[in-house]
């Protein structure tokens, strides 16, 4: 079955600090992968998303994933947080029907930045 | 101009009650979802429509019964509800085989006393 992990549950940084948030997929075919927000007490928000072409993606908000084929991630990176950037983060891949797609999510990261 | 609006906000009921949240998108979309996520936040599918048609199930009780009269709007009816239906349900839409990811509403917090 189609799984997406999240390796870190809890992280905790200072104000301008670097950010990486693992994610891995389990899915060998052609696969979209999304990065997800959602800030306390709101719904979820599209961060950056990848299809195919330049691994690299740029999202919102100065984040950015890396699409690693042979390592099956898409990590999530920004080069200094803010006390803004506080929100819970979900990893997700679509897998795809004929009439559409269903997001299978990841378990999450809370991130907590203090200021 | 809310392109996923949910109602109500916040449901707060007694176990065994019967409620229904309901959903609306102005995106032009024509596929639906209802997501449920726990107090762990995990997130999971519970339905899908396409165009009124129902095409993804799944392993959800069937007190949890789903409506779509439109494609523009998705309900979801919980019949005899249980405490452990406590939860943030989140509708979303998308078009459909369309790789740009879904627009989420801003949720639903449902909690049964």
């Known amino acids: 079955a189609q799984s997406v992990s999240q390796h870190n549950h809890h992280v905790i940084l200072s104000e301008a600090a670097s950010l990486e948030l693992g994610c891995n997929y389990s899915?060998?075919?052609?696969?979209?992968l999304f990065w997800y927000v959602q800030y306390p007490g709101q719904h979820l928000q599209l961060l950056l998303k990848?299809?195919?072409?330049?691994?690299l993606v740029k999202g919102i908000k100065g984040f950015e994933a890396e699409f690693i084929k042979s390592k099956f991630s898409f990590n999530l990176r920004k080069p200094s947080v803010q006390w803004s950037d506080t929100a819970e983060y979900f990893c997700?891949?679509?897998?795809?029907?004929?009439?559409?797609?269903?997001?299978?999510f990841g378990q999450g990261t809370e991130l907590s930045v203090k200021p | 101009d809310t392109a996923v609006s949910q109602t109500p906000k916040y449901l707060v009921t007694q176990m065994g009650n019967d409620k229904s949240i309901k959903c609306e998108q102005n995106?032009?979309?024509?596929?639906m979802y209802w997501y449920k996520q726990d107090s762990k936040k995990f997130l999971k599918i519970m339905f899908s429509?396409?165009?009124?048609?129902?095409?993804i199930n799944e392993t959800v009780p069937n007190r949890f019964s789903p409506k779509s009269p439109d494609k523009a709007h998705l309900n979801l009816h919980i019949n005899s509800l249980e405490l452990g239906d406590s939860a943030v349900y989140f509708c979303?839409?998308?078009?459909?085989?369309?790789?740009?990811?879904?627009?989420f509403g801003s949720g639903t917090r449902l909690t049964v006393v």
């Open positions: 990848y299809f195919s072409g330049d691994p």
């Open positions: 997700a891949v679509i897998r795809f029907y004929n009439q559409g797609g269903k997001l299978i």
């Open positions: 899915y060998g075919g052609t696969v979209n």
């Open positions: 995106l032009g979309h024509d596929t």
């Open positions: 979303a839409s998308s078009q459909a085989a369309s790789n740009y990811g879904y627009t």
């Open positions: 429509y396409n165009n009124k048609e129902l095409i």
